[in-house]
């Protein structure tokens, strides 16, 4: 997969895409912007009059009328204008604005598919989201709240002096333009350094979740100290590519406010010279000095706007390309839809070789893992599939749930083909329990209950927790169903996580159910009451079961053996024993270390 090249013109088409549907609401916060800023041109005109009122020995009572008008003025843009439009802000935008970039990343990531998430490494993936995410809601406030504002007020000042004194208007726009050149041109000659800065930001983001997801391991081998100096050894490296960065930033920025001055300067220059040459009354100088304050006041806040926009940039260019990758599964149009599966499935000559990726699409290598292998499972039969590591059983499994699409061939549930079935219809129908089960920092309840989105009672949670044997253990636990067990289960041990897996599986009734390396890593009691908790649910649903212990798979139906991507047998147990010499192989390994000679 390939992203297309990322241009300045798609990051605003980017930008355009997130907030389109706030597009009504900042059409009204402009208009209401654009009516303090012409109203906020009124009070210093008023000034000038009264200035020239009082020169020119008009009545006191006149000069005050025109006080109380710019009062009047003033508290109608501040109370009235200032206070629709914050509220608009508030029930409109400011607050709606994160949630609705949240809601759109999120569904945008989960329509990646399962291979996509495997093959990205979290820390990296949640760095640049977070990142993503922050700056998306600190630039609409950037625009709203400083540029928007800005601009628009330096576009009414202009204006305004354009039509009363041109040239006045013409030094201001000049000496704008030429502010915002700079600004430009300074965005460009930093580029690489900036992206430089934030990929450093982006590993080193990825570098502490690592660490914070291994704290146990760092502390168990005392390596807290090792630890914290890296960290602060990588932070150091990036303060110093910092702060060189944003040195050069200040040089331009030096030129930058030498614009403004001089800018400022000539606008006074020449407001004096006309007021001299009786162009204009005193009251005039007083109207234009204080626009063309006001004007250049504003120009200050796209120094700040500017430097915090560059940093922003990147962490949002890597955002949106994330958000840009194309999913590797996609349903087509009208998928089939299945009311009650069976359970039948068949694989037809499937071949698949997939690439290792990391977060930003580099390839990295080509792995096998498959090689035309055929397999016909019939509804209700329990089969399990073996081999050594790295021999494909955990790739038929992605294969099944759909994580990847095969090369060549095809896979058929209940004669359909795989990659015509709804993915959620179809994926409601499977249930699978994996060696590491996940589990949520919520209550027992909530862990199990996940497994579906149907509405459940009472009475169906009981009979998966009593057929998962998760009753065992249930009464040992402080509020029953309600407990917290903490982060990843943490409360709960190693079977007993597992149990709660498998009743997670079943809570949704799956036509499919399978457990990939479920008891590979219990003790024999807890392996013996999840072997009981695999009979009781595996009757009546189709079952594959991926295992290297005999003691699991002995009694199956059918299993098949594999060996680097190609079925090197199929059978049952006994037959196996006598026709598949790498099968032979694994029994007698594991009758030799487990000591299982009698269940042969």
């Known amino acids: 997969m390939k992203n297309k090249k990322f241009t300045f013109w798609r990051f605003w088409e980017k930008l355009k895409e997130i907030y389109r549907p706030f597009f009504g609401v900042i059409a009204v916060i402009f208009l209401l912007m654009l009516l303090q800023e012409a109203l906020a041109l009124i009070s210093p005109y008023i000034y000038g009059k009264i200035v020239d009122g009082i020169l020119q020995g008009r009545a006191i009572m006149e000069v005050i009328k025109l006080c109380f008008l710019s009062l009047a003025i003033l508290l109608f843009n501040e109370i009235v204008v200032n206070s629709v439009r914050e509220r608009i802000e508030i029930q409109k935008f400011e607050f709606d604005v994160p949630r609705k970039v949240a809601e759109k990343t999120l569904s945008r990531v989960f329509e990646f598919s399962i291979g996509q998430h495997e093959n990205q490494n979290s820390g990296i993936k949640k760095s640049i989201i977070d990142r993503g995410q922050n700056a998306l809601v600190e630039l609409a406030n950037i625009l709203i709240y400083q540029l928007v504002p800005t ?64 704290v146990s391991l760092i502390k168990m081998n005392a390596k807290e100290k090792e630890v914290v100096g890296e960290h602060d050894r990588n932070l ?9 960065l944003w040195m050069k930033f200040m040089k331009y920025t030096q030129i930058r406010n030498f614009v403004s001055s001089v800018s400022r300067v000539a606008a006074l220059i020449l407001g004096i010279y006309l007021v001299y040459q009786g162009a204009y009354t005193p009251g005039f100088l007083v109207i234009v000095l204080s626009w063309s304050n006001n004007a250049f006041d504003r120009i200050w806040y796209l120094s700040a706007a500017q430097r915090r926009i560059t940093k922003l940039f990147p962490e949002l260019k890597n955002y949106f390309a994330l958000m840009d990758i194309s999913p590797d599964i996609k349903e087509i149009e009208n998928p089939v839809v299945v009311d009650n599966f ?54 038929v499994i992605q294969l099944l749930i759909r994580a990847y699409d095969p090369d060549k061939g095809k896979i058929l549930i209940d004669g359909h083909d795989l990659r015509k079935l709804s993915l959620n219809n179809y994926r409601k129908a499977i249930g699978i329990v994996s060696q590491d089960i996940v589990l949520f920092d919520d209550t027992l309840r909530y862990n199990i209950v996940f497994g579906t989105s149907e509405r459940v009672t009472e009475k169906q949670i009981r009979e998966a927790i009593k057929m998962a044997r998760v009753d065992g253990f249930l009464k ?20 007993e996580r597992q149990r709660v897996g498998i009743a997670r599986a079943l809570i949704k009734n799956p036509a499919i159910l ?77 009758t030799v270390i487990v000591g299982d000679i009698d269940e042969l």
């Open 236 to 244: 150091t490296s990036i303060s110093f590519s910092e702060k060189g």
């Open 342 to 395: 069976k359970g039948r499935i068949e694989y037809k000559n499937v071949s698949f070789r997939y690439p290792l990726r990391d977060v930003k699409e580099k390839k990295v290598k080509d792995q096998t893992g498959l090689k035309g292998i055929s397999i016909l499972i019939e509804p209700g039969q329990r089969v399990a599939i073996v081999g050594a590591s790295g021999a494909g059983k955990s790739t």
């Open 514 to 590: 399978i457990f990939d390396e479920a008891t590979s890593s219990l003790d024999v009691e807890n392996e013996s009451l999840i072997k009981e908790s695999i009979e009781k649910a595996s009757k009546g649903r189709t079952t594959i079961i991926i295992a290297h212990r005999l003691s699991t798979i002995k009694d199956a139906d059918k299993i098949i053996v594999l060996e680097k991507g190609k079925i090197v047998g199929q059978g049952k147990h006994r037959e196996l024993l006598k026709t598949c010499p790498a099968y032979q192989k694994m029994i007698s390994i594991q």
């Open 476 to 495: 040992g636990l402080e509020k029953g169903l309600d407990t917290i067990i903490g982060e990843r289960g943490v409360k709960l041990s190693g079977g």
């Open 151 to 214: 601009f628009l007020q330096l576009g009414v000042t202009v204006a305004a002096l354009f039509v009363l004194a041109p040239p006045l208007g013409a030094v201001i726009l000049i000496g704008t333009l030429a502010f915002l050149v700079v600004s430009f041109y300074t965005n460009y000659a930093l580029r690489d350094e900036l992206k430089k800065v934030r990929d450093m930001w982006v590993d080193s983001d990825k570098k502490q979740s690592e660490f914070l997801r291994n």
